[in-house]
Every structure is written in structure tokens, then in C-alpha cells.
């Protein structure tokens, strides 16, 4: 097993073979890495579709919110 497929998960892929060559601790650092940049990306895109709906009347936010997420 290579010290690289704990970032299977978080790549969703088997990840590069020349990440074989860091440590564990530099692994775990790396995924957590990922880990962050997806939840701050999430909580952008959150704020940037919020902002966009301060576009649209009041009255049809919420049906406009449950066709983009149903």
C-alpha cells in the first residue's frame, strides 16, 4: 500500500505516484490542505449564490432556490 492513498479520498482518484515521495506527516498536512480549501470554496460559492439572489425579486427567491437545489 502507498503512504499516498489516504489522498485517494479526498482527490476522488488514485493520487500522482510522485506524492510516494512525501512523509506521512506531509501527507496528512497535504489532505488536510484539500480538506480546508473545499470547505472555504464551499462557503464562497454559499455566499456568491446568496449575493446572486439579492437579484431577484423576494417573492421568488425561495422557487428559485428549489430549482438550482432540489
Known amino acids: 500500500m502507498s ?3 489516504p489522498l485517494a479520498d479526498e482527490l476522488g482518484s488514485q493520487p500522482l505516484p510522485a506524492l510516494d515521495a512525501l512523509t ?3 501527507i496528512e498536512l ?3 490542505s484539500i ?3 473545499r470547505v472555504h470554496q464551499k ?3 454559499a455566499r456568491a449564490f446568496e ?3 439579492g437579484h ?3 417573492l421568488l427567491r425561495g422557487p428559485v432556490r428549489k430549482i438550482l437545489f432540489p
Open 24 to 26: 506521512t506527516a506531509e
Open 51 to 53: 449575493a446572486a439572489l
Open 35 to 37: 480538506r480546508a480549501a
Open 30 to 32: 497535504l489532505r488536510q
Open 3 to 5: 503512504a499516498a492513498h
Open 56 to 58: 431577484i425579486p423576494a
Open 43 to 45: 462557503q464562497q460559492l
